[in-house]
T-cell receptor, first 116, second 117 residues
């Protein structure tokens, strides 16, 4: 079965410090994609970063980087130089082909609180 | 960039009434849209996949007669919650696939908060 696991319900980080949000996945597919989204209190889903299963290098987007360890089936998000505006829910998701469509399977999420 | 809108952003209705939520792709055509439901402090759960010109595909456990989905054009999908009850109160989010995206990225609408009294 395809599944995303985020084991950290909540995380705290000091402003300007780096933080790692954990994500592990389970799939038997050879081709898949992994996404991270940020959801602030307003509810909108903001795309942060994407990693394809065949990508050899870890994805980076500004202060966001994805630590992709394929053998361990993990895709941790690293946020460098945390800012107060980073406080939000963070969801890891996997694109899975099911029922004839590419669907997103979401993890339970991690609530990040950035302290001044 | 690709923009998806939802209307209304919030709605309050009485138990037993029906509510329609619209999802529009503003600057691209979307043959496939998705509808999610999110309860407080929980993750997004896929309800159904909406395809232009054909019937929606519902996830296991989602009542197709209660959550009617219509994808009448390449830019509009609607979700109608029929005979709504308080347990249907939730945050409903739609998304649309931008096929031109290198990784079939889904763009999300801002969500609709439904409260059933």
């Amino acid at each position: 079965a395809q599944k995303i696991t985020q084991t950290q319900p909540g995380m705290f980080v000091q402003e300007k410090e780096a933080v790692t949000l954990d994500c592990t996945y389970d799939t038997s597919d050879q081709s898949y994609g992994l996404f991270w989204y940020k959801q602030p209190s307003s509810g909108e889903m903001i795309f942060l970063i994407y990693q394809g299963s065949y990508d050899e290098q870890n994805a980076t987007e500004g202060r966001y980087s994805l630590n992709f360890q394929k053998a361990r089936k993990s895709a941790n998000l690293v946020i460098s130089a945390s800012q107060l505006g980073d406080s939000a829910m963070y969801f890891c998701a996997m694109r899975a082909f099911s029922g004839g469509y590419n669907k997103l399977i979401f993890g339970a999420g991690t609530r990040l609180a950035v302290h001044p | 960039g690709a923009v998806v809108s939802q209307h209304p952003s919030w709605v309050i209705c009485k138990s037993g009434t029906s509510v329609k939520i619209e999802c529009r792709s503003l600057d691209f055509q979307a043959t496939t849209m998705f509808w999610y439901r999110q309860f407080p402090k929980q993750s997004l759960m896929l309800m159904a996949t909406s395809n232009e010109g054909s019937k929606a595909t519902y996830e296991q456990g989602v009542e197709k007669d209660k959550f009617l989905i219509n994808h009448a054009s390449l830019t509009l999908s609607t979700l109608t919650v029929t005979s709504a009850h308080p347990e249907d109160s939730s945050f409903y989010i739609c998304s649309a696939i931008l096929l031109q995206s290198s990784y079939n990225e889904q763009f999300f609408g801002p969500g609709t908060r439904l409260t059933v009294l």
